[in-house]
């Protein structure tokens, strides 16, 4: 009788050398040993010396055909100053949200009213710093703020998800905490383009 510690000849137990004095040949089942009592233990300690110095781990043993792990190269075109857009407009915000005055740094994310992929510059007056949830409905239109700086929440919420009970005590509110300098304030001119845009009115 043998069994399997490896992946080569060599490597199968010869258990008929190592069998307890007490096993016999014409046992089929039901023949079972205490490991913390002889001959169990002998028998189990040969067992675990075999595996230890012959084993070889099951992913070792996993044949992978060869060939391409990556796709063809392409050329990427580097988001130049996203770190500072985010650092300048959650100072200029004092690290609060626009709309719901969260003040949980690891929420706060910095958000643009033009998309950069929309030659969105990346500038204070481009951005509002919103709580992350916010700032999702903000870039697919179910919130925005109008020239006026008033919070318009999209009735698509209600509409589309049956739900929106936590956004809509915004609608009408001014936004909070605008930046010191007036030249940082949300420009008029992308509000306006995020308004007719992508705000799903």
């Known amino acids: 009788m043998k069994f399997y510690v490896g ?62 792990r990556f796709g063809a190269p392409t050329l990427k075109t580097p ?25 949980t740094l690891p929420a706060l994310e910095a958000a643009h009213i033009k998309p950069f992929e929309e030659k969105g510059p990346n500038a204070v007056y481009n951005g509002l710093l919103l709580r992350s949830d916010v700032h999702r409905l903000f870039d697919r239109g179910y919130i925005t703020v109008t020239p006026e700086l008033r919070i318009e929440v999209s009735r698509r919420i209600r509409e589309e998800f049956e739900n929106g009970r936590y956004y809509y005590p915004f609608h009408g509110n001014k936004i909070h905490h605008l930046p010191e300098k007036p030249q940082d304030w949300p420009s008029k001119k992308l509000l306006i383009w995020h308004n007719e845009n992508m705000f799903k009115g």
């Not at 067992?47 to 055909?65: D, G, H």
């Open 7 to 68: 992946v080569t000849d060599n490597q199968w137990f010869d258990v008929v050398s190592h069998i307890p004095p007490d096993w016999k040949p014409s046992i089929q089942q039901g023949k079972h040993y205490d490991m913390d009592k002889e001959p169990g233990k002998s028998f189990w300690e040969k067992v675990n010396l075999r595996i230890a110095n012959k084993y070889v781990p099951f992913e070792s043993r996993t044949i992978m055909e060869e060939g391409p």
């Open 79 to 103: 988001r130049l100053g996203q770190g500072s857009f985010r650092v300048l407009v959650t100072d200029a915000y004092q690290r609060s949200c626009a709309i719901t005055e969260e003040h």
